[in-house]
Nanobody, 116 residues
Framework: QVQLVESGGGLVQAGGSLRLSCAAS????????MSWYRQAPGKKRELVAR????????NYADSVKGRFTISRDNAKNTVYLQMNSLKPEDTAVYYC?????????WGQGTQVTVSS
């Protein structure tokens, strides 16, 4: 059974930091590209960051470049999102995603709320 379980969300003041984790199971984690998406109330889900299976390519949304860092530990089947210098506009539900050209899995999401 495929599972992606996010953790690490919460309430933080602007300028603060959070580290999200996504623990994967039920598939060959090291073969999948991993991404973090977010969805704020009333807005479409958007890609925040992506990392390829070998960590060779990293992509970030322009809005988080220089503040967020995605990483993965294939030995622990876990992907991380380090979020620094958080802003109120980063408030959203953050989702973990695993994909290949033929498969696509999603976690349930974790809430991140940044107060001003």
């Amino acid at each position: 059974q495929v599972q992606l379980v996010e953790s690490g969300g919460g309430l933080v003041q602007a300028g603060g930091s959070l580290r999200l984790s996504c623990a994967a199971s039920g598939f060959t984690f090291s073969s999948y590209s991993m991404s973090w998406y977010r969805q704020a109330p009333g807005k479409k889900r958007e890609l925040v960051a992506r990392i390829t299976s070998t960590s060779g390519t990293l992509n970030y949304a322009d809005s988080v470049k220089g503040r967020f860092t995605i990483s993965r530990d294939n030995a622990k089947n876990t992907v991380y999102l380090q979020m620094n210098s958080l802003k109120p506009e980063d408030t959203a539900v953050y989702y973990c995603n695993a994909f290949t050209t033929s498969e696509d899995y999603w976690g349930q999401g974790t809430q991140v709320t940044v107060s001003s």
